[in-house]
């Protein structure tokens, strides 16, 4: 990087910060993509005059609502929910719905920016929005859930529809909830139509959505080791999260050859030198479905694991890492600790679960890099898939579904190549994704005038 560049990101980053004071999360995504963007758009002045960048970092807007609800005891109870639409340059906003503790505004306007370039390396017509709500579903009984869901789409409704804001399914928000809220917008509006995706398969939902974010990480990485000259048949493999994302990579990783050895939830993780299996996956499942809390009880069943409580499996020594779980999960002294232990490839399967401290040493390292933009896109792919069949009354056989999800993969880890590839050969993944979501956002941009 030119002393001018970095004094360039440095002017451009003191400005996000002060426009946005106090969103880390949100500061960390920008700066990762924009540490990229600065290069490639240094002779192109076109970019700069329109002032792209900073465009796409001020989201198109942020609606903040009231959520109030009653629980099961009488009791009122009020939390907040929101709308980041970030951007809709190459179709309607789509993006998924968080109900977590954790949410905030930094969080989802981090999410709903990482989704804009995420959304536009799939090739298909969407924009990049993410919402939720500081609701926790943990402990609540179904209606409760129920109650809630209905709050928010009362609030929400307005803001979305078929052509203009499509929300999804994520942390916290799975069937069970898209049917509560799809109902009560059908009840309000009275219309039958795909503003939602990740719904049930007798109601307009799609196959393979539940599997396709943990198949598409494992297809991207496919795509790495097959361009690096290698496979992944073999390569002993480090999974954090226990949710679907991280169950569904960790099948197809096996299916294709892979040893998986590490899972981990909130409380720890687990290490089964011997492998999972298919069967341990499905009782990891059943268990996390049942909401019968940690997996130190998988120890008890299966003896040659150990679980380590309130840790990471990044100690594990294993040829692949993939972090599944949540944001800034992975952290500098971890990736140099996978560096010592001789890993050939970290593939992103949550959203920015590596900070950039970690990025930096292992793209250092030249080690393959798979950022979440581009591996975890496969969910958001299938989502697309699902709004193509509800806007024409079809529903398509998995078989379909598992090539054109395999196709979309192929078709992201191409267009990463076209600005992946170093001078000395490396190929910098995020890099490449980068710069080739960043560009087709731009250019839709360029040619709307100044908006």
Not at 362 to 390: C, D, H, I, T, Y
């Amino acid at each position: 990087m030119s002393v001018t560049q970095h004094v360039d990101i440095e002017q451009f980053m003191q400005g996000v910060v002060s426009r946005n004071p106090g969103e880390v999360e949100f500061h960390q995504a920008v700066y990762e993509v924009a540490v990229d963007i600065f290069d490639f758009i240094r002779d192109k002045p076109v970019y700069h005059e329109a002032q792209i960048l900073r465009r796409i970092a001020e989201p198109d807007r942020v609606v903040s609502f009231r959520v109030c609800w009653e629980d099961d005891a009488g009791n009122v109870r009020v939390q907040r929910g929101y709308r980041v639409q970030n951007n809709n340059s190459i179709g309607p906003y789509k993006g998924g719905l968080r109900f977590h503790k954790s949410v905030n505004q930094s969080i989802l306007k981090f999410l709903a920016f990482e989704q804009t370039f995420k959304n536009s390396l799939t090739g298909l017509p969407m924009g990049g929005g993410k919402g939720g709500s500081d609701f926790n579903p943990k402990g609540k009984s179904d209606r409760e859930i129920m109650r809630f869901c209905q709050s928010f789409m009362t609030e929400l409704y307005r803001h979305v529809g078929e052509d203009t804001d499509i929300p999804a399914g994520d942390i916290g928000v799975g069937a069970r909830e898209i049917g509560y809220m799809f109902g009560q917008y059908k009840r309000i509006t009275n219309r039958y139509v795909g503003v939602l995706t990740g719904k049930g398969l007798e109601w307009g939902g799609s196959l393979v959505r539940k599997e396709s974010t943990g198949y598409g990480v494992v297809y991207f990485l496919d795509h790495m080791f097959k361009q690096d000259k290698d496979t992944i048949d073999g390569k002993v493999v480090a999974i954090s999260g226990a949710g679907n994302v991280a169950t569904h990579a960790a099948e197809k990783a096996i299916q294709l050859g892979a040893k998986v050895v590490t899972m981990s939830d909130s409380t720890g993780f687990v290490h089964d030198p011997d492998g999972f299996s298919h069967e341990k996956i499905q009782w990891i499942v059943d268990q996390k479905s049942q909401g019968r809390g940690s997996l130190a009880s998988y120890t008890e069943v299966y003896s040659a694991a150990r679980f380590h409580a309130g840790e990471r499996p990044w100690s594990v020594s294993c040829d692949v890492a993939m972090p599944c779980a949540t944001q800034n999960e992975l952290n500098q002294d971890e990736a140099k600790v996978l560096l010592k232990n001789g890993v050939k490839a970290v593939v992103e399967g949550a959203n920015m679960p590596c900070s950039n401290d970690a990025i930096a040493v292992l793209r250092s390292a030249r080690v393959l890099f798979g950022p979440a933009k581009a591996a975890n896109a496969g969910g958001v792919a299938v989502s697309g898939l699902e709004m193509s069949q509800n806007s024409m009354r079809i529903s398509l056989k998995e078989e379909e579904l598992q090539g054109m999800l395999r196709e979309i993969m192929g078709n992201i880890h191409k267009n990463c190549l076209e600005f992946a590839v170093q001078d000395d050969g490396y190929v910098d993944y995020a890099k490449g994704a980068n710069i080739a979501g960043f560009k087709k956002v731009a250019n839709a941009m360029l040619a709307f005038g100044i908006l």
